[in-house]
């Protein structure tokens, strides 16, 4: 599956005296961007950036019962197991003529009596055709040269639900249905046959079925992973896109308005989309509301009207398609991504191991959600102990050692007035002190001790540079941290004191203080004390 690039995707490299990559080395519209793993140089970074979120899964045994409950999923399953202990088939693999309207019939998709139609007759055909591709069942052919099927191995424990057994069938009942659906859109409208079974000395009509093909599926991946990403940050309950929505964030660039020009590409997008996810919606990718047709009647042209400056009502809205991408499609996207070499993690990952592993993946991870990982890693323990844990990592005065100790108080945050005890007893540690001292007076405690002039002054370098660093290049939110200092009327004495701080980040600290402070006094004092800092060292 190809990552999809963003239109104005690309990484800035941070500098500073740490050369570690952090998550604010990444443009803000890349925050959680992650690269392909396998072979890049820095000349491919643009094309590689890829939005790959994390994701929150259901467990695999909830996944495999929702996968079992498919329709067309589980209509293979019935159709493999009433082939026991063997079935006659044509020579194509095909249920006989005898046996269709009977299988419709097992599938609940024809009456018990009477005539079955022959759509229901094609419905059982098309599952037993994934049953068959699944593996499901075998075929063979007897001694007497009878064209035979046998239930094959997977079925029994498919049928008494191995989560691994199921998914694996189910992802690749999806992976077959997703290649159907471009196939199906990339022949053209009129004489699809003869499109399809082109001569093969016309290389030239070949070649445009392959290129039609090529582009259908390069705009559906897309359109996946842009329903991944928007399912990994809707709220619950707010996962459904519109289609002239979804349409619009593949072909408008962003930052900018559509154009008339551009209504109409994402008219052609939503037309195309269409079938493709109609498709993916029978595997239980996504849940699917399509373009009503009768637009195609109400308007002049051959096409549906698209949103454009009049406001459409709920339901008239939703005529224009509307599409979720369900926890079974999460994880079909996702094991995409992974095979093709994307870094799409899930989350609570960082979660699973120490402290230590905990806080160094939050600080080299661009994809994560710190707050929720801190979350999975916080529930459950105990709060001196889950504490005492997380301020022993925090401690460092390497390139992440300031993010690490913000990050620890936020963890402290999740772990409540509990965590006191053990918080109390780094009072005096020079690098955790000051952040234990604001966390207690934070809370309520009065017999905090005052800290020492150095300890307050290591602390305020500390706390300003893990907001550098979190924060990148959002000059806004560091100014009114800046505003804030405690650069009262003799900035030139604050300063003399601040650039003497040991601490790898104090040169950093005050070159942002001076390129960001709106008093000219104050960022030229700044500015001479970073100066001095440098020269220091």
């Known amino acids: 599956m190809a990552g999809r690039r963003r239109k104005n995707a690309g990484a800035s490299g941070g500098e500073g005296a740490a050369e570690a990559v952090l998550p604010a080395d990444l443009e803000l519209q ?14 491919d970074l643009d094309d590689a950036a890829v939005l790959v979120p994390p994701v929150k899964l259901p467990s695999e045994e909830e996944l495999a019962e929702q996968a ?45 009596e009477g005539e079955v139609p022959e759509e229901t007759e094609v ?86 079925v392959e290129e039609a093909r090529d ?15 928007t399912t990994a940050f ?6 459904t896109v519109p289609l002239g929505v979804l349409a619009a964030l593949l072909v408008v660039p962003e930052g900018e308005e559509p154009s008339e020009e551009l209504l ?39 096409e549906p009207a698209v949103v454009g400056e009049e406001p459409l009502d709920e339901e008239e809205s939703a005529r224009f398609g509307l599409v979720r991408l ?41 994809n994560v959600l710190p707050d929720e990982e801190l979350r999975v890693w916080t529930t459950g323990r105990e709060p001196v102990a889950a504490a005492r844990e997380l301020l022993a990592a925090a401690h460092g005065d390497d390139a992440y050692g300031p993010l690490r100790r913000m990050l620890c108080v936020s963890g402290l945050d999740m772990l ?34 005052v800290p020492g002039r150095a300890m307050t002054l290591w602390t305020v370098v500390d706390t300003f540079a893990a907001q550098l660093l979190d924060n990148g290049g959002d000059a806004e939110l560091l100014r009114d941290l800046v505003t804030d200092l405690p650069v009262k009327g003799d900035p030139a004495t604050w300063f003399g004191e601040l650039w003497r701080v040991d601490h790898p980040y104090t040169a950093d600290v005050l070159e942002a203080i001076g390129e960001l402070h709106l008093d000219r006094a104050v960022a030229k004092e700044a500015r001479k004390a970073a100066f001095k800092a440098r020269s220091k060292n």
């Open 215 to 229: 582009e259908a599926a390069e705009l559906l991946d897309e359109a996946l992973q842009v329903l991944y990403e």
């Open 30 to 43: 890349d925050l959680y961007g992650a690269f392909a793993a396998h072979g890049l140089d820095d000349e």
């Open 416 to 449: 409540g007035p509990d965590a006191e005890p053990a918080v109390r007893e780094v009072l005096d540690d020079p690098e955790l002190g000051g952040a234990a001292r604001a966390w207690l007076t934070a809370r309520g405690a009065t017999d905090v001790p």
């Open 234 to 239: 809707a709220e619950p309950g707010n996962e």
């Open 326 to 366: 369900t926890p079974l499609g999460q994880y079909g996207i996702r094991q995409w991504l992974l095979e093709d070499g994307y870094d799409a993690p899930l989350v609570g990952e960082l979660a699973q191991g120490d402290a230590v592993e905990l806080l160094r993946g939050l600080c080299e991870s661009a």
């Open 264 to 302: 109409g590409d994402i008219t052609d997008v939503m037309v195309a989309l269409d079938p493709m996810l109609g498709d993916l919606a029978e595997l239980g990718l996504l849940d699917y509301r399509p373009i009503d047709p009768e637009l195609f009647d109400e308007e002049e042209g051959d």
């Open 123 to 208: 419905e059982a055909l098309r599952a037993w055709s994934l049953a068959c591709d699944l593996d499901l069942v075998e075929l063979g052919t007897t001694a007497e040269g009878e064209h035979v099927a046998v239930p094959g191995p997977d079925l029994e424990p498919a049928e008494q639900g191995d989560p691994e057994t199921v998914l694996e069938l189910w992802l690749t009942a999806a992976g077959i249905v997703r290649e159907l659906a471009v196939e199906a859109d990339s022949l053209p409208e009129e004489d699809g046959e003869a499109a399809a079974g082109a001569d093969e000395e016309d290389e030239d009509g070949l070649n445009e």
């Open 68 to 112: 079992k409950a498919v329709p067309m999923f589980g209509y293979a399953l019935t159709l493999a197991r009433w082939a026991a202990p063997h079935r006659a088939v044509d020579e194509f693999g095909d249920l006989v003529e005898e046996d269709r309207a009977p299988a419709a019939r097992l599938l609940g998709l024809a009456p018990a």
